[in-house]
């Protein structure tokens, strides 16, 4: 639900960035890490742990496209990201799917990298947006882009089995977390997610949204208790938890 301005001060404040890149998928190895922006942070830029994310309209041209584009092609099989929650920032299922079909998919046939479907968040109308558009595409992602947010663990399974129902693709989860105001809350949904998520075969990678010290913007409906630093950019020990043990206790 949030536009990351705060990348910079994020990546420098992650003191541990060569063991475990902060934002995380520890379903399959090795760890990566995405930022929102196409354009590779400085302290990631000669390893493959990287993932761009064409997250507007804007990104689809000029500068910022080519810097995903270049990333693609130095990386093989590099995972890009397409769209975030376009159906909460106003672009139609058609414009994606134009953007899709004439710039996007044709980058994936010269690069070789993998394409990510928009990252929809949960809602019906989110669902909706992702049918139209995927009735509108002539070449199918490699994977199925989710985020997901709720405040009790119980919907998560049903939610993702039912989208990857419709679109039978790897599930990446490029943003997940409780909105629980209840830090314990948050600590025990986190740990039940991603005990399930490592566990379920639909899901690829997943990433919990909070690997930062300060909530970006005014941080929308998420609360404070779901950034995984500390205000001074050290790691909170559920992130630590996080990156290191499967199953988490
Ligand atoms: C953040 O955590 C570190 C390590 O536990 C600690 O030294 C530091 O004081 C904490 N910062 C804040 C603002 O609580």
């Given at each position: 639900m949030v536009?990351?301005?705060?990348?910079?001060?994020?990546?420098?404040?992650?003191?541990?960035?060569?063991?475990?890149?902060?934002?995380?998928?520890?379903?399959?190895?090795?760890?990566?890490?995405?930022?929102?922006?196409?354009?590779?942070?400085?302290?990631?830029?000669?390893?493959?742990?990287?993932?761009?994310?064409?997250?507007?309209?804007?990104?689809?041209?000029?500068?910022?496209?080519?810097?995903?584009?270049?990333?693609?092609?130095?990386?093989?099989?590099?995972?890009?990201?397409?769209?975030?929650?376009?159906?909460?920032?106003?672009?139609?299922p058609q414009a994606a799917a134009d953007a899709w079909n004439t710039i996007l998919a044709p980058m994936r046939a010269s690069t070789g990298c993998?394409?990510?479907?928009?990252?929809?968040?949960?809602?019906?109308?989110?669902?909706?947006?992702?049918?139209?558009?995927?009735?509108?595409?002539?070449?199918?992602?490699?994977?199925?882009?989710?985020?997901?947010?709720?405040?009790?663990?119980?919907?998560?399974?049903?939610?993702?089995?039912a989208r990857h129902g419709e679109h039978p693709f790897p599930i990446i989860l490029s943003e997940i977390a409780s909105t629980s105001t209840d830090q314990g809350t948050v600590d025990s949904m986190t740990k039940?997610?991603?005990?399930?998520?490592d566990g379920a075969d639909i899901v690829h990678q997943y990433a919990f949204f909070g690997a930062m010290p300060v909530l970006p913007n005014d941080g929308g409906f998420i609360p404070t208790t779901t950034l995984l630093m500390n205000s001074s950019g050290d790691w909170k020990p559920l992130l630590k938890e996080l990156v290191s043990s499967s199953p988490m206790q």
């Open positions: 536009q990351i301005t705060s990348t910079l001060s994020f990546l420098l404040a992650c003191s541990t960035l060569s063991v475990a890149a902060p934002i995380v998928a520890r379903t399959a190895a090795p760890k990566r890490l995405l930022n929102w922006n196409t354009w590779t942070p400085p302290a990631l830029e000669k390893t493959q742990y990287f993932q761009p994310t064409i997250r507007t309209m804007a990104e689809t041209t000029g500068q910022n496209f080519q810097f995903a584009q270049n990333f693609a092609q130095a990386n093989p099989g590099a995972i890009v990201h397409t769209f975030n929650e376009p159906e909460l920032n106003g672009i139609s993998k394409l990510v479907s928009p990252g929809i968040t949960n809602t019906q109308a989110s669902v909706d947006w992702l049918n139209e558009f995927f009735g509108k595409i002539t070449s199918q992602p490699d994977f199925l882009g989710l985020h997901f947010y709720d405040k009790v663990p119980d919907n998560l399974q049903s939610w993702l089995e039940t997610w991603a005990n399930y998520m």
